[in-house]
């Protein structure tokens, strides 16, 4: 089976990956068989992969190494929308560090390509005063093929033509398991707010054991699960709201 021998490859999936998959997949996978992409869902372990970035070739799960990481894809270099969001993000990196958290983009582009593509995001971005964090070089669509960046026409299209990868984002978590999947169309540009909000509830729900409400951000209050008893949750949380049963609010201030 292709996803077990993509998988056994370790470290890196490069080698196995190229003898069933090429050439290129945004110039179209004439070799490409759709039912041996790996199915990737909350909780699968990410690919990991060998590639070269804007700061020189990285094995993924290496580069993870012991952070939160989030992925995010673009669909070409020197775009409207794609330049807006790396600007965005890039702008944001603190607060992700502060989160112990790494950024790293893709687009199919060259390494020389992202490179002067640094320079205009840097330039119509106000507050960035540096670009820092790696931008994937996909140039051989390893990457979009193993994470499935790619829309229904694409998907149909990639024995045929050239292929654009939509906004894919993932956010995994420093066991290397993905912990949430966000999909836009090439029309639609993300919010970085909500990369981030949602990053905070991960982190949160992992370190307290709570559950976040619609339309949570930091400060507010957070939901008991059902599973925690009354008895055991007010030792645990203190005082907390009854709402209905299944339904608790407590403060974590």
């Known amino acids: 089976m ?3 021998t993509l998988f056994r490859s370790a470290p890196s999936t490069k080698g196995a990956f190229r003898q069933i998959v090429s050439p290129v997949l945004t110039r179209g996978l004439r070799t490409f068989k759709a039912e041996e992409q790996p199915k990737l869902r909350i909780g699968s372990t990410a690919p990991n992969f060998d590639v070269d970035t804007t700061v ?3 094995n993924f799960h290496e580069w993870i190494g012991d952070k939160w990481t989030i992925l995010f894809s673009h669909p070409r270099d020197f775009t409207p929308i794609c330049t807006t969001e790396l600007g965005a993000f890039a702008a944001l990196k603190k607060e992700f560090d502060a989160r112990n958290t790494k950024l790293i983009g893709l687009s ?3 390494v020389d390509s992202h490179n ?3 320079k205009d995001i840097e330039d119509i971005t106000p507050e960035l005063k540096e670009f820092t964090f790696p931008i994937i070089a996909d140039t051989e669509g390893e990457v ?3 994470y499935d ?3 229904q026409q694409g998907f149909e299209n990639l024995r045929k033509g050239v292929v654009q990868t939509v906004r894919s984002v993932f956010i995994i978590d420093p066991s290397k398991k993905i912990r949430i999947l966000f999909t836009y169309p090439p029309s639609v540009g993300r919010n970085s707010a909500e990369v981030l909000r949602a990053l905070d509830a991960l982190q949160l729900t992992d370190a307290r054991g709570v559950v976040t409400p619609i339309n949570w951000t930091p400060g507010q209050d957070v939901v008991i699960p059902p599973t925690v ?3 055991d949750a007010k030792a645990k949380f203190g005082e907390f709201k009854t709402v209905k049963p299944y339904l608790r609010f407590t403060s974590l201030k």
């Open 2 to 4: 292709f996803v077990q």
């Open 56 to 58: 020189g070739k990285i």
């Open 108 to 110: 199919a582009e060259d």
């Open 149 to 151: 960046m790619v829309d």
């Open 229 to 231: 008893k009354d008895e």
């Open 144 to 146: 979009s093929f193993l």
């Open 116 to 118: 002067r593509w640094i």
